[in-house]
């Protein structure tokens, strides 16, 4: 037996857990909610109304809005409706792709960690070496 | 008809999007990498061991557990190992607390996207107002 005698690992291939699908521009806790918002929108919706949606104030809005236009995601622009102009947001067709690849990662997150889960539920019972086990 | 005919919304409930349960410390993506593997670890990793499965470098897990520790959520502990100290990272019962409750928001994040993306899938046969839809 190594001297070493290492606690149980879940699956030692290296960067298992570094979920590189994550894509930042998009899992960022505020922009996930207008990207799911959009994806249930292909025809846009207002400024106002994603902010509604989002709970979000205008200036948190814009900033998150400025990072999904400038990655390509999402779409922003002033229509003249009555009686004011009103500013839309829409996924772009990269943002629809890139979000799906994102959501399927996400889904593998969801997948380990419900695993882990259950795993711990068993070995719980038959409690670690350290006192919070 | 009103003069603001509103496009399609997924659901008016403000805050509908805002996803307040997914908890700032955990949702950062190295951070979710490090929960997930500790998560599946009852008995604690290796400082080693959980930068392989992260993929992440020695000063960003340095960087990241801090936070978790600061957070409650994990304790690191230097033990006395043959040949050299070993430093251990566990989950507290905390942790898994707020793990498993962070989970259960990020499978709704699932389930709604999902949602959005099948009603798409439709709207998309008759396409929207902007070129992009």
Known sequence: MPADSSPS?????????????????????????IMTSLSAAPSGLTFNDLKDLCGLTDGNLNRHLEVLREAGLVDVRKEQRQPRTTTMCQMTSAGR????????????????????????????????????A
């Open 97 to 132: 792709a890139r979000f799906l690849k994102y959501l399927a990662e996400l889904e593998r997150v969801v997948a380990d960690a419900a695993a882990a889960a259950k795993g711990n539920a068993k070995a719980r019972t038959n409690p670690g070496r350290l006192s919070t």
């Open 9 to 33: 690992k879940p699956d030692s291939t290296a960067g298992r857990f570094s979920y590189d699908g994550l894509d930042r521009a998009i899992h960022e806790k505020a922009r996930l909610g």
